[in-house]
């Protein structure tokens, strides 16, 4: 497209292409009609989307247009319904497979991240023996650590773990230093985007060390996939998990991608129906993947939810969603920076980091609010926020904080919820500070 | 739900601290946000002479703690666990009981929690942490008997 104007002069540097046309979040916002409620007196005002997301008009249609017009079991099923439904969940594979850069057959539909890691942890784990190294990091939610606590527990592997700098990322030079990537390491399982710090770790040098070492990596997607555009190949992991009810599909159903060759050697993880290629008393052997992983019913309906979910990115762009996500990002760190008596965790700036920021609040006097104080405070003015550990008590642990809050944005998000959420925290702190 | 007697327990936490002598001692956690309690209780026959603890929480968990030693110390075991029933029953009311002020006296903040499920857990966590310890120390002195 020609393009004659000189997109440098006078423009500030912006770390993805502008998009053609203005994000309208307006619009967007009318796609999600939960945006509208009101609880109580207030206006919802959702800053807790790290730990779901809202669902577009177009995601709930097309669940009930499935259940309603097209319902009926996959591959088993041979009449005509039995044909639109497995249609509809391979089709979703096929958007699925397309969003993230990869092949359908790659693709296995879970019911969630944490078994998505957990099939990981089950399958590869096969291999491992006494003395093998698994290497995790202190920033990682529950699902990516007690999966391989267990498998560590099973197998006499030794767990090791990446540390975190005082800024909330990943410590690579303390971990060169301690060898922690070495010959006996043969899976390095970390997150993609920290779930509390926001942080964006360096999944593909990361990949390119333990790749030298032989190592399998895994990549907790979660809070990535939903928020940054995916292309498996230039992120360099082996498996990638990842859930839909982030991303605007609903609950219930999870993902994990394998590069073909390694998911063709992995053994099967559940077994049951649909996962089979010949059972006989004496024994059975397994379809290829990504039916193997698959035992039983799937999660067709929610399948079939998250295809409209990913179309409904694709239309907006996710290189437009990551742009906008940064400069709600930026605006969220500026208004939070400005409340006195907030401590950021992680970094405080909007560079290699999402828009998910937890934060301690303390009054005046210096006594801190507790996260759970915090968050009754902001639901009673319609502000969802977190509180808690966030499922990633070791990284509160190395922090020095019991619990923290946690505000997060999507591309519904508005800056005129962020400030409301800054008044709200203004309110919360002279209540406990007693100022009245 | 915050009321002026839940913030002054919170501020300034009645016997707080871990004492001696004691018969049992418990660490009760909320998983959910950390919130964490350890508690020893001290018994004479079947009178409960301490109730001693550290905590860490949210302003309802702590506080709900203070108010708790308030009622149960001096009283018999029977007497405290009565109260234990009675202010569990309270949180689990949906906030529609109307809660005996001269047995339940400042506890009966508490009422106005009881209308949030996910913070019952908050007020209950002291009193669950109060009641097993005092089981344990039960067991502890008929072995000893």
Known sequence: MPDSTDRSVGASPRLVEPVETPFDVERIRADFPILTRRVGEWPLVYLDSANTSQKPRAVVDAIATHYLEHNANVARAMHTLGGEATEAFEGARNKVANFIGAVPEEVVFTKNASEAL?????????????????????????????????????????????????????????????????????????????????????????????????????????????????????????????????????????????????????????????????????????????????AGTPPIAQAVGLGAAVDYLSAIGMDAIAAREHQLAEYLLGRLGAVEGVRILGPTEAIDRGAAVSFTLATSDGMEIHPHDVMQFLDARGVAVRGGHHCARPLHDRLGVTASSRASAYLYTTEAEIDAFGDALDYVRNFFGGVR | MYQEIILDHYKAKHHSGLREPYQAQVTHVNPTCGDEVMLRVALDGDRVTDVSYEGVGCSISQASTSVMTDLVIGRTVAEALALHEEFTEMMHSQGRMEPDEDRLEDAVAF???????????????????????????????????
């Open chain 1, 118 to 294: 957990n099939l990981a942890a089950h399958t590869l784990g096969a291999r491992l023996q006494p003395g093998d190294e698994i290497v995790i990091s202190v920033l990682e939610h529950h699902s990516n650590i007690v999966p391989w606590q267990l498998l560590a527990e099973r197998t006499g592997a030794k767990l090791r773990w990446f540390d975190i700098t005082a800024d909330g990322r990943l410590d690579l030079e303390a971990a060169e230093t301690d060898g922690l990537i070495n010959e006996r390491t043969r899976i390095v399982s970390v997150a993609w985007v920290s779930n509390v710090l926001g942080t964006i770790n360096p999944v593909r040098q990361i990949a390119g060390l333990a790749h030298r070492v032989g190592a399998t990596v895994v990549v907790d997607a979660s809070q990535g996939v939903p928020h940054l555009p995916t292309d498996v190949g230039v992120l360099g992991a082996d498996l990638l998990a990842f859930t839909g009810h982030k991303m605007l599909g609903p609950t219930g159903v999870g993902l994990l991608w394998g590069s073909y060759d390694l998911l063709a050697n992995l053994p099967p993880f559940l077994g049951g129906g649909e996962m089979i290629e010949i059972v006989r008393m004496t024994g059975s052997t397994f379809a290829k993947p990504p039916h193997r992983f698959e």
């Open chain 2, 111 to 145: 009422i106005g929690v009881a209308q949030f499920p996910a913070r019952v857990k908050c007020a209950l966590l002291g009193w669950s942490a109060f009641k097993d310890a005092t089981a344990q120390a039960l067991a502890t002195t008929d072995r000893e008997a």
